[in-house]
């Protein structure tokens, strides 16, 4: 039964707050009832111990460009102080959300989104099978979080990649970060495949842009989705690089659309006009990442608190 749909009189759900309640309801001639409520319970549900909680996850879809997106999503979770306890991300997500797992500051995050370039993630000096090395990629990440393996990370994480062998789908989730992340964002076509634990890896993205059931393996109770994939019909297609990023967001939205059946809820930015080439609009993304997470923070707080009222019925 969910806290917000329930005939109980929901404040004996917090007896001992009773009195405290009463005197904040005084207010509620010139705000919603409700939110006064959520709000209510909101401060009083980040006091329970995290074993008590139910286990949030946040899954980082990927996109290129527009998966800066992510980095306001997650100022506005820093903000309003939404515990994060699984963190699941594919290409840009995987860049992103090793950052956030490895407790790096989100306005350090959204610095970072706002000024990246693509000579900070890729070397274009040509490789003698003609293709460009994501390298930097590795390099960037271990400069904000070291050598930093995954079980020093302060939230778990993991990342997806896929297997170019056997296009077999490989869950990241053990051994050092940065490159586990780097091979999970090396897109096919223009970049070499990365050898990682004698498998040829690269971009999740091609198998599971939006891999929240391996948020669900990692036994998350509530799963949020950022969701950043190009639509297809309005992407840019006039270079080779939004040629291939198009064939594989042409395969990962049919794939998403089984993955999005998962999510308790999808935050999307709305960025469709932003190719996944273009880091120079980084601010663009953050910004609007920042206004879907702040349009969607209420709902997921009732979210959240409804799956703690459920576990007590």
């Known amino acids: 039964m969910a806290l917000f749909t329930s005939k109980k009189p929901i404040v004996y759900f917090f007896l001992g707050f009773l009195l405290l309640f009463q005197a904040m309801t005084v207010v509620a001639a010139t705000m919603d009832e409700e939110e006064l409520l959520i709000d209510f319970l909101w401060q009083k549900y980040l006091l329970l111990p995290a074993a008590e909680r139910p286990k949030v996850a946040l899954v980082l879809g990927g996109g290129g460009a527009r998966g800066l997106a992510h980095a306001g999503v997650i100022q506005v979770f820093s903000e309003e102080h939404i515990p994060v306890d699984i963190i699941v991300g594919t290409s840009v997500g995987a860049l992103i959300g090793s950052l956030y797992a490895a407790d790096v500051p989100a306005d350090t ?10 000579n900070k993630l890729v070397s274009f000096k040509i490789s003698p099978v003609g293709l460009y090395s994501t390298k930097r990629i590795e390099e960037y990440v271990t400069k904000y979080i070291g050598n930093k393996r995954f079980d020093e990370l302060k939230i778990p994480f993991a990342c997806v990649a896929v297997d170019i062998r056997n296009g077999e789908k490989i869950i990241l989730k053990e051994g050092q970060v940065a490159p586990a992340v780097r091979a999970s964002a090396t897109m096919p076509g223009l970049f070499q495949p990365v050898e990682y634990r004698h498998r040829l890896l690269m971009d999740g993205g091609i198998i599971d842009n939006v891999p929240a059931d391996v948020a669900k393996l990692m036994g998350a109770d509530i799963i949020i989705v950022i969701d950043v994939t190009a639509q297809v019909g309005i992407a840019k297609t ?22 999005l059946k998962l999510a308790d809820l999808v935050i999307s930015p709305d960025i469709k006009n932003i190719t996944v080439s273009e880091l120079n609009r980084g601010a663009e993304c953050v910004d609007a990442g920042i206004i879907a997470a702040r349009a969607k923070a209420r709902q997921i707080k009732k979210v959240i608190l409804n799956k703690v009222w459920d576990k007590l019925q």
């Open 238 to 259: 006039n270079n080779a690089l939004l040629i291939l990023s198009q064939v594989i967001y042409i395969r990962g939205n049919f794939l998403a659309e089984e993955q």
């Open 109 to 118: 995050i959204v610095d970072m989104a706002q000024n990246m370039t693509w």
